[in-house]
């Protein structure tokens, strides 16, 4: 953002120079006119690149928070969590919220005991990216299957990638898709 602020003052300047050289020497009003709008062209480009940068220092600020944690499943945001292990967790109430489940968070954690957890202030229960993939599998509404390809397109495949492109294996679930 600095780079057009310098741009900015050393056009200006430059252009200000002209004008006051001009003047001196008795050119007419006229002609510093036509300075006054060659200094409108010449500083036309870093005004825009400025601004660009504004907005873009604002977004950047604003979305933070949420860098390479936003998750959206049809206009729903969906809370993930990512863990040293590059493992994604995801809040089972935004799940439940789209789909519904039935299973009740103590049979899910009896299910999926290396999968569960409770994270986040307030502690929330958490599903692992694969033991959500192998639960949703078992579910049969239209909904969880849209839901089931979303969350293997968007969370399970690019934490797998990301996982092996860092050497990390983790251990063998103690759960398995049922088919």
């Not at 969906?78 to 967790?89: G, L, N």
Request: charged share 25%.
């Amino acid at each position: 953002m600095i780079q057009p602020l310098v741009e900015i003052l050393v056009r200006g300047a430059l252009c200000a120079a002209l004008a006051w050289g001009l003047h001196r020497l008795g050119f007419p009003l006229a002609v510093l006119l036509w300075i006054g709008a060659l200094a409108g062209i010449v500083l036309a480009r870093p005004l825009m690149d400025l601004a660009i940068a504004i907005y873009q220092a604002m977004r950047s600020a604003n979305w933070r928070e949420l860098e390479g944690r936003h998750y959206a499943f049809k206009g729903r945001m969906v809370h993930v969590i990512a863990d040293a292990d590059y493992q994604r967790w995801v809040r089972l109430a935004d799940i439940r919220a789209i789909v519904g489940f039935t299973a009740s968070d103590a049979a899910l954690q009896v299910t999926y005991p290396a999968g569960w957890r409770m994270l986040g202030r307030p502690p929330l229960p958490h599903l692992s990216d694969e033991a959500l993939l192998v639960h949703i599998a078992k579910e049969r509404s239209p909904e969880a299957v849209r839901l089931r390809l979303w969350i293997e397109r968007e969370i399970v495949f690019p934490a797998r990638r990301e996982r092996e492109r860092h050497g990390i294996r983790l251990d063998a679930p103690d759960f398995r898709a049922s088919d």
